[in-house]
């Protein structure tokens, strides 16, 4: 029997790609996230911003549309050289040992300009390359030299090959070129083409006559006295703005998708600290900090331990409404049928659509990547279960509930260690306070505050409010806290895991 997509003559599966990075004809039917044109104007500025906001809730891909948007300008409009910071890996050794040091941010950031400038122009023709290259004074070839001393070269051949050809790759998407190396894809090639413009600039300042210069900078760069890092951002933006730029828009993501700070917002909250910390960074001529960041780290900068100055950095929380789920739902069936269908002709007639619709966008936490998984959930399991219905059948009630259990039990085990989930599954509710926890696993109220705590370090539970004194004897308000993730509470609501299928790897605490 024919799969649902294919009885009501899609393309394809309209669900079947989960990220902004792996969808080929996005730019078709996405429908544009909240803020991207206040986030484009602020990096034309150079001013910073953060963009919080939940996982899977679009932080990526309006970085993205961001990146790609600013690249297609022209080279007469005002153009700033636009970075993606997304790749903390040098970082997660000191973050393990405790704390990163501002000094090794700055370092990779300076690494990521550079590396993105000459990516740049390893995509332009030969004769567009020379008009750059060639008209350089003794100021610009010191200072091209001086950085690359210090920020690049310093760097392993396999360590640049590596990056390299992510930056090419995304460049690739953002910016077409007259190359005919570049259009081919290249890599190799066209990396070929980035070190022999380093070997030229290296060359270029072989003279003794300007060593002294370069050694001056240099000097400069890795200076002990205070300011170091803020020299280091100035002397970027002149770096840049020797070519058609008018200054850095670097792109902060994926900050808490490290193997260290996937599961902690205190890891990932520590990660970035540095930076937003030293408010003087954040306020260089010609050099804007975008940030997209978890909304479960926001609470930790506006606390004692990790402060930052809030009130000083604009920043909001990107939410999306029902209108813009119900949109972005429809215009991918639009795409995939050319126009015949709504998300509405997905459904059996006896179907509630739009209770439906408000069902699955909770589900998926309002988050339009897992929406987009949810539905794809939904349509392969009613495909299955209805393989020899005849005629096929359109999506019932039941193959929504069907879709809803399978997604949830799948897909939350790779949000949360399992270990945390054990925990949380022996709860007696989806509400409770700091006694309940004590008599689900027998653990003194101490102990009990830190299971709680962890739990809210990871995004999965929250304070919602607080319970009056039981007894007659009075004494303080209890606080109570609630699951606040969807999917485990349908799991919990509806017994879909059973305590007998966990591992509890953790010895009871008395």
Known sequence: MPTIAEFLRLKSNPFEHYTAETEP???EYAVRPPYLQAIVARAIAHTTFILFGDRGAGKSATRLTLFNEIWARKPSDDRPLVVNFVDFTAALPSLRKGAVSEDELIKEVAYLVIEQVLTWLASLTEDERSTYTGALNNDESNLIMALLKAFYLSRSDMDRQRTMSDALRLLNRAWKTKSVMWASQR????SGVVASLVDAFTKKQAGVEVQAP?????????????????TVLQKLVDFVRIFPFTGIALLVDKVDETD?????SDASSRLIHPILSHVQLLEVEGFAWLFFLWTQIKPYFEADKFPVRLDKIAHTTIEWDDRFFAEMLDSRIKYFSEGKLKFANLFDAAVDVDAATRLVISISMRSPRELVRLMDTIIVEHDIRN????????????????GLDKYVKERISAVYPDKTLGQIYRLPDVRFINRDVQSAFRVNAQSARTKIKNWEDAG??????????EGEQGGKPSNEYSIVDARVERIIK?????LDE????EAEES
């Open 187 to 190: 890599w190799d090639s066209l």
């Open 214 to 230: 370069v050694e001056k900078l240099l000097k400069s760069l890795a200076g002990s006295e205070g300011g170091t890092s803020r």
């Open 387 to 402: 393989a020899d219905s005849n005629p096929p059948m359109l999506l019932t009630q039941q193959s929504i509930e069907d």
């Open 502 to 505: 966990l591992e509890d790897a």
């Open 260 to 264: 260290v700070t996937q599961n902690s």
């Open 494 to 498: 509806r017994r879909l895991i059973h």
């Open 460 to 469: 999965l539970v929250k304070q919602t409010g607080t319970r009056a004194p």
């Open 25 to 27: 004809h996005i730019s």
